[in-house]
């Protein structure tokens, strides 16, 4: 999380810079329960409702995540300078994401069966 820079870059990114406290015990905290949670039998039973802005939240943060991820190791310029595909770049970055898509939408709606 440190080396990625998430924090500043979601602090810069809403110009909330008077909050960076506020994101740094948030993501403490909830690291933390989600810790527990994962390994107790906790169960928590939830509507659909309150479910979506959940998922939402967490496919944020796992998009700012991957996305800095793959920044700080420069997976796609290298990728395309190692394969020659300066040109092809954008098809590479969509064929990426419709995979991401298509695989999210596989494992839920298909494997896990909500």
Known sequence: MTLL???PRATQATDTDDYIK?????ITIGGTIASFIYFSNFKL???KF???????????????FASALAEVLNVVPVFAKKFKAKHELQYI????IFGKV???LYYWLIFKKV
């Open 45 to 47: 039973s939830i509507s």
């Open 102 to 104: 298509v695989g999210a």
């Open 93 to 96: 970055i969509g064929a990426l």
């Open 22 to 26: 506020l994101y740094e015990y948030s």
């Open 50 to 64: 309150f479910a979506i802005p959940v998922g939402i939240t967490i496919g944020i943060f796992f998009g700012l």
């Open 5 to 7: 820079k998430i924090v």
